[in-house]
């Protein structure tokens, strides 16, 4: 099959043919139908964040099963399935007490083991799997508790939108702070994770919603989903646009939604007393975040949100009702799909900050 092989990092994609092997016991084969490219992908390529090579990566999509292993009770093969990258085992603590992204026994128990043969491979030799999934490919071969089925009338390239950002943006904001009716949001960084934070703002009810970028046409787009207000990051001081906006407080929840040292200060500057800015951006490894020790005397949080802190089993299809009854509009968050071999093409684009979502599809 064909797939998108980063063989060194920092490096570019590659586009090789490559061998899946058949499910194990409690694992899916999936034919892939579209996969998103998220900013994380462009981080790997670009050595911020280490992954041994070669490797497919991709972690954003949607297909139809194709094959399952002899335990595999859930899904069938035709039925229609999102893919995450929170794999979880469902019996460790983190699992048990609801945080199924933080699952401690992802890298162990939900993996093939390394004396056994490879999900992937090239002439023999090993390819490493991507976050549980390695989604710029034909096909994946995946654990069962890395996927969650979905209604046939979702299309395919909004539903693969659901896989990282629309989950990850969508759960900051309902799971990760939980903002509630009437408060005050303000969201750094408008690509796929940040538009989807503004969106859950908008359905959880904020009252004012103040999208921060540096493109117009982002923030633009931004109010089309939801931002009361904008701030253009590249004219002048964000913080202080922000507390111009909301009467000098600040405001009541930040989300971070670019990666950057700078701009994960910026949120936590920018919270009115006893608000909480909430990091989803993934800063490069190594990197510190400083803040003023004094704040903490006025109760503002610090925390960061891994993949929305979802239970994807349940938030995806909710997420998928709130498409087709309208409330959550990913038609416009497909800024344009493209083939497998124009993907080194969209991960260029996406670094000029001009594209929401640029999806691949099969
Ligand atoms: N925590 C998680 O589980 C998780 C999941 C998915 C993605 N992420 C991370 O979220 C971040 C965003 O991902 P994405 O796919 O939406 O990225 P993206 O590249 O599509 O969007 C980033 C946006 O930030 C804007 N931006 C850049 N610098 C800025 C600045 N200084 N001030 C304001 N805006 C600025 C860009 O113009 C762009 O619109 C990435 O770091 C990604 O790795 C984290
Ligand atoms: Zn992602
Ligand atoms: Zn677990």
């Known amino acids: 099959m064909k797939a998108a092989v980063l063989n060194s990092c920092p490096g570019q994609l590659e586009i090789e043919d490559i061998s899946i092997d058949s499910p194990g016991p409690r694992e899916v084969l999936i034919e892939t139908k579209a996969a998103g490219l998220c900013h994380s992908d462009l981080h790997f390529m670009e050595g911020l964040?280490?992954?041994p090579c070669p490797t497919v990566l991709g972690h954003e999509s949607a297909g139809v099963v194709a094959e399952v292993g002899s335990d595999v009770h859930y899904v069938k093969p035709g039925d229609h399935?999102?893919?995450c990258l929170s794999a979880f085992c469902g019996h460790c603590e983190s699992c048990i007490?609801?945080?199924?992204?933080?699952?401690e026994n992802k890298n162990t128990e939900l993996v093939r083991s390394k004396d056994a043969p490879s999900r992937l491979s090239r002439n023999g030799e090993p390819v490493e799997t991507f976050l549980h999934l390695s989604s710029f490919a034909e096909q994946m071969l995946i654990h069962e508790n890395a996927l969650v089925k979905i209604r046939e009338e979702m299309p395919m390239d909004k539903a693969a939108l659901i896989g990282c950002g629309v989950t990850t943006g969508l759960g900051a904001v309902f799971r990760t702070a939980k903002v509630e009716p009437g408060s005050t949001v303000a969201v750094i960084g408008c690509g796929g994770i940040g538009l989807s934070a503004i969106q859950g703002a908008r359905i959880a009810g904020a009252n004012k919603v103040?999208?921060?970028?540096?493109?117009?046409?982002k923030l633009?787009?931004?109010q089309a989903l939801g931002a009361t207000h904008v701030v253009d990051a590249?004219?002048?001081n964000a913080v202080e646009q922000v507390r111009e906006l909301t009467e000098g407080h600040g405001v009541h929840y930040s989300f971070e939604a670019v990666g950057l040292k700078e701009t994960a200060e910026q949120s936590f500057q920018m919270l009115r007393n006893g608000g909480q800015a909430t990091v989803i951006g993934m800063i490069p490894v190594g990197t510190m975040v400083e803040v003023h020790g004094v704040d903490f005397l006025y109760e503002k949080t610090l925390t960061g949100s891994n993949m929305g802190s979802n239970q994807f089993r349940t938030d995806m299809?909710?997420?998928?009702?709130m498409y087709l009854d309208g409330r959550l509009m990913l038609d416009e968050m497909v800024s344009k799909t493209i083939s497998l071999e124009q993907i080194?093409?969209?991960?260029?684009?996406?670094k000029t900050g001009a594209v929401a979502r640029s999806v691949i599809e099969f």
């Open 317 to 321: 299809p909710r997420f998928v009702e």
């Open 210 to 217: 103040i999208a921060v970028d540096r493109v117009t046409s």
């Open 81 to 83: 399935v999102i893919t």
């Open 234 to 236: 590249s004219d002048g």
């Open 220 to 222: 633009e787009l931004a």
């Open 49 to 51: 964040y280490p992954h």
């Open 344 to 350: 080194n093409e969209g991960f260029a684009e996406m």
């Open 97 to 103: 007490g609801g945080r199924l992204s933080l699952c």
